[in-house]
């Protein structure tokens, strides 16, 4: 059973537009909910995360919106850059267990 | 952000062959690890979880005598392929927690058997 669901599975964004990427989790006792951004032949690397005693996380052009209710997380990446085109994961997890991981989303922001 | 290396970034061996991979965590100690093995354009697959000072746990499906994990250290573990064939052939990345809850991962490591 996958217990996070990302999409879309790819997304193209024009330069300055807003990246949205939605994921939706089963299990109501995860409390930590990070996102990674990863680049060919690159480890992931975190990028922003959110627990969920909160319904919003800005960090700097990226925020992370929760919806506890709906079991929902998205990403929300403001005036794309083409540098931001890359890979992204979300995650859900346990505190100090495994974290699940989304399919990923491959976004491409075009100049 | 932590910082969690990997050696090598890149091995080539032949089939039949073992190899092995480093995963250290740089500044901080790691109680625990991960192993992910990812396919091209796909999410990261968790093979084992790696607890320093004891044995790994292995998720299902995958052959622990395969790919033997040891966790010497709160800094280091370790992930060998053993007798390894192309299809093992993978992307193999590590992690390790921080404070519980943050997982930092290794710049990965690209394994090709010919």
């Known amino acids: 059973q996958q217990q996070v669901k990302q999409s879309p599975q790819s997304l193209i964004v024009q330069k300055g537009g807003i990246s949205i990427i939605n994921c939706a989790y089963e299990?109501?006792?995860?409390?930590?909910f990070p996102w990674y951004q990863q680049f060919p032949g690159k480890g992931p690397a975190l990028l922003i995360a959110?627990?969920?005693?909160?319904s919003e996380k800005k960090e700097g052009r990226f925020t992370i919106s929760f919806n506890k209710s709906a079991k929902q997380f998205s990403l929300h990446i403001m005036d794309s850059q083409p540098g931001d085109s890359a890979t992204y994961f979300c995650?859900?997890?346990?505190?100090?267990?495994?974290?699940?991981f989304g399919t990923g989303t491959s976004l491409t922001v075009i100049p | 952000g932590a910082v969690v290396s990997q050696h090598p970034s890149r091995v080539i061996c032949k089939s039949g062959t073992s190899v092995k991979i480093e995963c250290r965590s740089l500044?901080?100690?790691?109680?625990?690890m991960f192993w992910y093995r990812q396919f091209p354009k796909q999410s990261l697959m968790l093979m084992a979880t790696?607890?320093?000072?004891?044995?790994?746990?292995?998720e299902q499906g995958v052959e622990k005598d395969k790919f033997l994990i040891n966790h010497a250290s709160l800094t280091l573990s370790t992930l060998t392929v053993t007798s390894a064939h192309p299809e093992d052939s993978s992307f193999y990345i590590c992690?390790?927690?921080?404070?519980?809850?943050?997982?930092?991962f290794g710049p990965g490591t690209r394994l090709t058997v010919t």
């Open positions: 992690s390790a927690n921080i404070r519980q809850t943050e997982q930092y």
């Open positions: 299990n109501t006792a995860f409390d930590y």
């Open positions: 959110i627990r969920p005693d909160v």
């Open positions: 995650a859900a997890s346990f505190t100090g267990n495994q974290f699940y």
């Open positions: 500044d901080f100690q790691a109680t625990t």
């Open positions: 790696s607890n320093e000072g004891s044995k790994a746990t292995y």
